[in-house]
């Protein structure tokens, strides 16, 4: 059977483009009939040509003549026409060709100003990667110098070290007795700024943080396995293997804030709310390791979150850092949020990395150390930690006000995002940054129920009004970050109340490090599941020996 010849795909093909113009062609019909006309009347009306060139006497007729001359002009008409048509089409093509001219023209000049555009964008993009080459060859130079320069100081001051903490234990023990004038309060502080001096440089100086710290626990852990083993046992262990949360917490707002924040002695809740600063501590288990780790880490974090909380178009009426301390499932939770710029997705991936830095600002360039040295320590914790925005809520709130005299009124405000500021408005009314009513009567409570979509009604009671002065009342059920304001101002001719929702755009850390109990108990958990395992393992191994084997 024979094949058959593949037929080419002419729909794919190229066209060739075509440069062709047409031709006019000479008229020869009109002028070979013009000549041949001539030549027959030149022979009509010589007898001399006509006696050499015998005609027929039918061609002298007049008739016939005119029948020449007829042809003639058909003729001629027909070479006009001609012409006409190839001309027509000459100019067609000529319009064509300076079309196609046109094009090409501007179709070179645009790849002419797209290879401009390229060429500044490849240069560009190579200044760029040589500024960043440079940076990072910048900054590794510099790292390596720092940490040789660190080793060299941990080499070398130990000695200073060990003299400065024998002259003020010496000075402690000294402050301690009778008559002295010392105050202990500044030599103990002295004492402890040099040990978690000496801690930063230490850890500065490792390695690997993580592994640093890890090992550190393991430490800690088996002196922490022998206080629980022997609590009877009165021998000392050779250093403390577990610390307060709380502590490391109050010590480290302290270095953030020396003189903002009191600092109380009591071991339960710790609460602080100012313009500055919301702090709620709970007390929590006990953590293993270092506590001036702990406080390394949460100074860095509160340090960031203060620098963006002040940045321009992010001023809020409530604390704009909040610090929170809770317990959850056997782990120490600790939450840092900063009222100021939404993290970038782009920046997400490269947020613990060393050498990179969030802090873009023309007087303030971020080393890129910070938030590295939290995400090594709590790897080193075995902890988790997570960065998430904060973002404010479209919502419903049904407001219920109680007056002096019984008079009860409830309103509903709805609550939606106008270039992202929050905006409220009555049923039917227009939008507006707040709502304010005027009462007669004094204003006994209010009361304010969220009752937006995919929410759980949760109602919030403020009362006790004072029956002077302006007033001002936070969401109680969220003090570090409240979504809306009360503005009470009690006058003699009218009483006023105002709810404004408040702007809580910001971005929370979350920390979560396992307890020193929690890990206790995993640890027991494990040892029990591997010795069942094992007690399995053994009776089923002499459940297949045979009754033979009886004589051993």
Known sequence: MKASKPVADTSTMTEQPNDRVQTITFPWLGMVAGLGLVAFLLLQTDPLLRSYYPVPDQWLRPEFNTAALGLLILLICMDLRRYHRQFVRQQADVQRLRRRVNEIW???????????????????????????????????????????????????????????????QQAQQSARSEGSTLEPGKIDAALEAMRYLWDLLDLSTADNLALHIGNLLCECEEHYYQQVLNSDATGSQPYQAVYAPQTAALRALVQVSPDALPVSENAGDYTHIDAQWCVRLAPVGELLGNENHLILMLENLLKNAQFFSRKRGFSS?????????????????????????????????????????????????????????????????????????????????????????????????????????????????????????????????VEVTTTGDNVSERTQRIDGFDNKGKQHRFDPGQPERPRWRLTYQPKRGGHKLGFEPLDINGVEFEIRLPTAQYRLDSSEMAMDGEFDAEVERLDAHFRAQSPDDSRY
């Open 106 to 168: 501007d179709s070179k000049k645009h790849l002419q100003r797209k290879a401009h555009t390229y060429s500044d964008h490849a240069d560009k993009l190579k200044r760029f990667i040589s500024d960043k080459l440079l940076d990072y060859i910048e900054y590794d130079e510099k790292f390596l110098h720092f940490k040789s320069i660190a080793a060299e100081v941990r080499h070398n001051g130990v000695i200073s070290f060990d003299k400065v903490q024998t002259a003020l």
């Open 317 to 445: 009426p409530f604390a704009p850092v909040a610090l929170t301390l809770t317990e959850y499932q056997g782990q120490a939770c600790f939450r840092i949020y900063n009222r100021g710029p939404h993290l970038r997705d782009e920046d997400r991936q490269n947020l613990f990395q060393l050498g990179f830095s969030t802090r873009r600002v023309r007087e303030h360039h971020g080393r890129g150390l910070g938030l590295y040295f939290v995400n090594e320590i709590v790897k080193g914790y075995e902890g988790q930690i997570s960065v998430h925005n904060i973002d404010t809520p479209e919502t419903q709130y049904a407001v219920r006000i109680q007056l002096e005299n019984d008079e009860v009124m409830t309103e509903r405000v709805d609550i939606v995002l106008q270039d992202g500021k929050p905006q409220c408005r009555l049923p039917g009314g227009e939008w507006d940054k707040a709502l304010e009513w005027a009462f007669k009567s004094p204003v006994r409570s």
